[in-house]
């Protein structure tokens, strides 16, 4: 992957994605992959300005957010369209999420998820206790009821 002018491109999978950073504008077409997907919509607005989106053209066909609180980041809305599955596109997104995480200076990433832990622990992401989390981490939407109590989280340090 390398980035040209703020847009990713993928160069290990031979496709017309391109991961960028979302617009206002993507927002109900990134709502609509979360509803795909299962996963929540709480507090994503107030957090779109570091969204990114895949694309496949114009359409959205992937999504990943943070939510940044200092040094700390919620990693939210990791979604890809069926149709891209299995094709790298969420590995893409991740690696895109994290280099947006560093240059913001942000030194650990949580998640929660229900159903991906061993995806994320493939990439570093290891479990933790809900009270190992910065309580500025924990006044999210996905902290206080968007995600179920019974989701996962996970951790990656970042350094720096």
Not at 7 to 12: A, G, I, R
Not at 60 to 78: D, H
Not at 117 to 124: L, M, N, Q, T, V
Request: proline fraction near 4%; charged fraction near 15%; hydrophobic fraction near 50%.
């Amino acid at each position: 992957m390398w980035m040209l002018g703020g847009v990713f491109h993928l160069e290990d999978v031979m496709t017309s994605i391109q991961i960028t950073p979302a617009t206002p504008s993507d927002l109900p077409a990134v709502l609509a992959l979360l509803s795909a997907n299962g996963l929540p919509h709480d507090g994503l607005a107030e957090h779109f300005d570091t969204a990114l989106v895949a694309r496949d053209g114009d359409t959205v066909v992937g999504s990943a957010a943070l939510e940044r609180y200092g040094a700390e980041a919620l990693l939210r809305s990791v979604a890809v369209a069926a149709a891209q599955q299995s094709q790298g596109v969420g590995r893409q997104l991740l690696v895109a999420a994290l280099y947006l995480a560093r240059t913001h200076g942000i030194r650990r990433v949580y998640l929660l998820t229900t159903t991906a832990a061993s995806y994320f622990s493939r990439y570093g992401f290891v479990p933790v206790a809900r009270a190992d989390v910065d309580p500025a981490v924990q006044v999210s939407a996905e902290f206080q009821g968007a995600c179920p109590a019974r989701a996962a989280l996970l951790r990656l340090d970042l350094g720096g």
